[in-house]
């Protein structure tokens, strides 16, 4: 359909015929919820973060972006959320939707966002504008009788009988830390609590949203949120016998075992926990007979929209120390193709032109060692910025050149895995 028109909705937009699109798109989605999704819409709207394809006046397809900031080695990266794409069943197939992204990418890459993440119904659309396969969000299930009583601090660590894990020691934990119920107004130390939790756990996937948004997630009665000084829980039931949290963060161990006996008091009523969590999550060395059950996992995928800027804004491990000839080719973000020099040291890093082909011009020689240097294409260089290793991206055909020693540096620089704990 070369003869859509795409352009930012406008406030006098019919926000019904979003709906409309969405559910014959997605599903129907419930009346009750129809208040809320165009209170969103109109929010995406006022903030020009709403793409919509017009055909003879009539909507018929659609994306919009979150602003949001992802922690990429306990340091936070802007970052466009990409959700609600979407196009009319009549109209698939026709490049519409490559037009649509292609609209907003240039959109987000225009607004200064050094990255994009969404998570994909389909692969092949975002796969072939630059976008990767780069961190999953991660589900736990524990049955509510584990949490009672977790395994007591080892004492070579310090930890004493005392401690939260011993018999008696988690209810008195909650009221140590000063664990309280968190309320719409407690959204700025909310986010930065969270911040803190990632940063001091060096995570890299995670986001964080403005104070508006988190207070309008903290206002939904059917979540119930714990707010610590430096943790944060909030969960919510799942009928009679179940219940998910969707986040447990602290950057504490008394703080995490704490929130985890929060939700060990639901265990008269709640079977089972279902957590949100990273791969790592230290649950699974705290519960004394290790029934944890990894649940679900669910890939997403990330955009480097400006290479230089995403380097620059993310984390590295301090001990890493590199100096790296890349070259990159992206089609679709000319900016990015070249050749670089990649320094890492000290926890930051840079990404700098390299002489000739860097920032869209040609390559014109090869590595100064006589070599070939290592050559990443946009997905690879996602990939390779969400820490998935060197091996498994030659052995996917995603990188090329180079030698094992920088690999080996560059697996050390970019360590994975990477996860979400949220749904967008």
């Known amino acids: 359909m070369s003869d859509a028109e795409i352009r930012p909705l406008r406030p006098d937009d019919d926000v019904d ?8 798109a997605f599903g129907a989605m419930p009346a009750a919820a129809r208040d809320d999704v165009r209170a969103a819409i109109a929010g995406h709207v006022r903030d020009g973060r709403y793409l919509g394809a ?11 972006y979150h602003d949001m900031r992802q ?11 990409v959700a609600s794409v979407k196009v009319a069943p009549e109209c698939r197939g026709r490049g519409l939707g490559r037009r649509l992204m292609t609209e907003l990418l240039d959109q987000i890459a ?3 966002y050094p990255v994009s993440a969404l998570y994909p119904a389909t692969m092949a659309i ?5 976008w990767e396969v780069a961190g999953s969000r991660y589900k736990i299930t524990v049955p509510s009788r584990e949490l009672r009583s977790l395994t007591e601090p080892d004492p070579a660590a310090g930890g004493s009988p005392g401690d939260p894990g011993s018999p008696g020691g988690l209810a008195a934990a909650v009221r140590a830390v000063g664990i309280r ?12 609590v969270l911040g803190k939790a990632h940063e001091s756990a060096r995570h890299s996937g995670p986001l964080t949203r403005d104070p508006g948004t988190m207070r ?48 060990a008091g639901q265990s008269s009523t709640a079977s089972v926990i279902r957590a949100k969590v990273a791969p790592d999550d230290p649950l699974r060395w705290l519960t004394r007979e290790g029934d944890v059950r990894a649940d679900h996992q669910w890939m997403w995928m990330l955009r480097v929209v400006d290479a230089p800027a995403a380097i620059a804004a993310r984390g590295f491990p301090s001990s890493v120390s590199l100096s790296v000839p890349l070259v990159v080719a992206d089609a679709a ?20 032109p390299d002489g000739d082909g860097a920032g869209g011009r040609p390559l014109t020689r090869s590595d100064g060692a006589g070599g070939r240097p290592l050559t990443l294409g946009a997905r690879g260089l996602a990939a390779l910025y969400g820490g998935v290793p060197l091996a498994t991206l030659r052995h996917a055909g995603l990188g090329a050149g180079g030698s094992p020693e920088t690999d080996a540096a560059l697996d050390a620089a970019f360590p994975g895995p990477a996860f979400t704990l949220d749904e967008f």
């Open 126 to 130: 975002y796969r072939s504008l630059g």
């Open 333 to 352: 973000r000319p900016s990015n193709s070249g050749r670089w020099r990649l320094e890492v040291a000290g926890g930051k890093g840079a990404l700098a």
């Open 54 to 64: 017009f055909d003879g006046g009539g909507a018929v397809a659609s994306a919009l």
């Open 216 to 263: 309008r997630w903290l206002e939904d009665r059917d979540r119930y949120c714990y707010l610590a000084p430096d943790g944060f829980l909030a969960c919510w039931w799942n009928g009679p016998d179940e219940m998910h949290a969707e986040r447990i963060v602290a950057a504490s161990a008394v703080t995490y075992r704490a929130l985890w006996s929060v939700l």
């Open 71 to 81: 922690w990429w080695h306990g340091r936070p990266v802007p970052m466009a959320g």
């Open 181 to 192: 119920r968190a309320t719409p107004a407690d959204a700025a130390e909310v986010i930065d």
């Open 17 to 24: 015929a979003q709906i409309d699109l969405g559910e014959r």
């Open 110 to 112: 225009e607004r200064g």
